[in-house]
């Protein structure tokens, strides 16, 4: 498990240990990842990401336009031996997307129960938002770097 | 049987004393398929749970020799959870108070099992 904010880890270990989730990620709705299980390439976790909020944001106009205003819970592909779960929640951090790919060991019920469980304490635990710096061009190469190392260790 | 009678089934075990709630669930996918219950029961974390635990109990089962397993019965401090195999992969549920007819329940539920195979 790797994330970029601390105070996601311990409801997402929570959550993987609960849901027995084979691979999870927790981005922004803008694609930007927040937190990853079970990825091992990076490039795998930018293409899931920017799918994932791609789907939720088709999902969401699709809501709009059969006057669905609440919107859809959650989208579920189920395959002959893996599952995806997409779902939005708000934080005080903004809207952020969980992708959650389960196998035979769990059940869309029980990623839909715990999933529940890991938006609320993200939510509980989300600190406030802290006042937005200007990115400098010679921070901005360094800050990306942090990031993806957070994400994947070291490159 | 159709959705109706199912309904019809699970307003009866309901019925029953102590019994909070009733419902099919797909163990599978852990979703409710049909449900009767209280309004505090909550009932898509109930057939979750429950069809996890029918999962595991099955590959404990299998793993045993003992072939797939009918029913599964949880008594906690408080209450009870009586589940029954009907058609696979659907189980018939029932949540129930300690002091509930639990004898009664479950032969209902047996019987309704017997009808939705």
């Keep these: 498990m790797r994330v970029l904010e601390p105070w996601v880890a311990e409801p997402l270990a929570e959550f993987l240990r609960e849901s027995s989730a084979r691979l999870t990620l927790v981005m922004t709705s803008a694609g930007q990842v927040i937190a990853q299980h079970g990825f091992t390439?990076?490039?795998?976790?930018?293409?899931?990401?920017?799918?994932?909020?791609?789907?939720?944001?088709?999902t969401d106009e699709l809501a709009r336009t059969i006057d669905e205003p609440a919107g859809f819970g959650a989208v579920v592909h189920q395959g002959e031996r893996q599952g995806v779960w997409l779902s939005a929640f708000d934080t005080p951090r903004g809207r952020w997307i969980g992708l959650v790919v389960f196998g035979q060991e769990?059940?869309?019920?029980?990623?839909?129960?715990?999933?529940?469980?890991?938006?609320?304490?993200?939510?509980a635990?989300?600190?406030?938002?802290a006042p937005v710096r200007d990115v400098l061009a010679e921070g901005f190469e360094r800050e990306l770097d942090n990031s993806l190392r957070s994400l994947f260790g070291s490159r | 049987m159709t959705i109706d009678q199912w309904h019809a089934a699970l307003r009866e075990v309901t019925g029953v004393t102590g019994v909070l709630g009733a419902l099919i669930v797909s163990a599978e996918d852990g979703l409710v398929v049909a449900e009767t219950a209280m309004e505090e029961l909550a009932t898509a974390d109930v057939a979750a749970l429950a069809a996890a635990l029918v999962m595991r109990v099955a590959r404990c089962t299998s793993a045993m020799d003992a072939g797939l397993p009918q029913t599964a019965y949880l008594v906690g401090d408080r209450g009870a959870l009586l589940a029954v195999a009907g058609p696979a992969p659907l189980w018939l549920v029932a949540v129930a108070r300690n002091d509930g007819e639990l004898g009664r329940l479950r032969l209902l539920m047996r019987d309704f099992a017997d009808v939705l195979r």
């Design chain 1, 41 to 58: 390439r990076s490039v795998d976790v930018m293409s899931a990401a920017a799918l994932g909020a791609g789907i939720l944001a088709t």
């Design chain 1, 106 to 123: 769990s059940s869309i019920g029980l990623v839909r129960l715990f999933f529940a469980r890991l938006a609320a304490q993200i939510q």
């Design chain 1, 125 to 129: 635990a989300a600190p406030p938002l």
